[in-house]
């Protein structure tokens, strides 16, 4: 499915600046920040932001033509390394991705944030040079990460915003969400952690949010387990937790051991299912 992205559930990946601040458990092993230490770049991470150059912010405009010829719709995910929602960029940054977007009416941008109490305060306007916002543009998709349940206030703040498509990532998704209200959601994405550290995501936990979503009728694409697979099915109530395997003490869940095996090991089968759900594209 992606073509200038490993993430299975865009064809692209856009970055119009690098940079973030940790704000939520879902930030504990942030690849992107683990990324920036590597490359010598830690202060992207302690209140700095870099933009991105001239040639990064043409791309867009060449995946732009490249879906027109082909006479197809292709997503962008933007960004991997940032945050579009961040109080902590130049709002004209802001502004000149805003154009960017307006310029690509064959892409599907998906912006995902940990601030979506920000969005509604960062949309673009015709002050800006752009089109009003209205209902929302048809080829902007809006999105937030919920890991847990305390989280789950961020898809409040995500429904009072007017878009085309509004969605969720559950990634990593950190404990059982319970009962959840996808009122004018379109899309959940889910998936388990991965890289070191990575904490553990159980099935019952997915089965859960799969259900809803057929249920509320929302489009479900399952990314990946992560570093951590299903197993046995065990029927004792013991916690095995010796050699890399683990298993969840609750009496609510159904008690599946599982593995750390390695992304590649785990993969993203659901019940033996590869889930790719997706919302027709409003554009």
Known sequence: MAKN?????????????????????????????????????????????RRTSVSNWQQP????????AAGER????????????????????????????????????????????NIAKMLPTPEIGAAAWGAGWPNVWLG????????LRNLDHLRTVPAAIRF??????????????????HLVIVGGESGPGARPMYPAWVRSIREQCAIQGVAFFFKQWGEWAPGVLRTDWSVVANDGQLLV????????????????????????VEHNGFPEARA
């Open 61 to 68: 405009v060449k995946w732009d033509r490249a879906a027109a």
């Open 144 to 151: 937030t990460t919920i890991e847990d349940r305390e989280r």
């Open 168 to 185: 969720l990532s559950i990634e990593p998704l950190l404990e059982g969400l319970g009962a959840i209200d996808l009122t004018g959601i």
């Open 5 to 49: 992205s490993k993430i299975e559930w865009t064809h692209h990946t856009f970055n119009p600046w690098v940079g973030c601040t940790r704000i939520s458990p879902a930030c504990d092993h942030c690849y992107a920040e683990g990324w920036a230490k590597r490359t010598g770049q830690s202060h992207l991470w302690a209140g700095e932001r």
């Open 249 to 272: 003490d609750d009496p609510r869940l159904d008690l599946q051991q599982i593995s750390r095996v390695g992304k590649k090991a785990a993969g993203r089968l659901l019940d033996g």
């Open 74 to 117: 292709h997503r962008v995910f933007c960004a991997s390394l940032a945050d579009v929602f961040d109080n902590q960029v130049p709002a004209r940054w802001r502004d000149d991705l805003w154009h960017r977007i307006s310029q690509t009416p064959n892409l599907d941008w998906m912006l995902l944030t940990k601030r979506p109490q």
